[in-house]
């Protein structure tokens, strides 16, 4: 399974990036996907989930800026972030879920907002 993720960079407060993750060696209509991130010096923490149904959810506290997405037919899984603010600084990591409960992951994106 490898998982590459991609659109991470830099931007300025409230600005926006759409991160992206390609999947392979994996049925991906039968997995969950999800989007986690690591900011500097804290542990890595789930910002968004979408089940194989296409049902998302995300952390609390992103108060409905991020919006996760997938395609199918692509093997990508989306992240869209609005109005970034500094606190969403961090590596950016795509995962996956099996129904086993297995977890891949990405190699990571990082995403540098500046205030």
Known sequence: VQLQASGGGLAQAGGSLRLSCVASGIIFSSVDMGWYRQAPGKQRELVAFITRAGI?????????????????????????????????TGVYYCNSRTR???????Q??????SS
């Open 108 to 113: 990571g994106t990082l995403v540098t907002v």
């Open 56 to 88: 998302g959810t995300y952390k609390a506290s992103l108060e409905g800026r991020f919006v996760i997405s997938r395609d199918n037919a692509k093997s990508m899984v989306y992240l869209q972030m609005n109005s970034l603010k500094p606190e969403d």
């Open 100 to 106: 086993d409960f297995l977890d891949y992951w990405g």
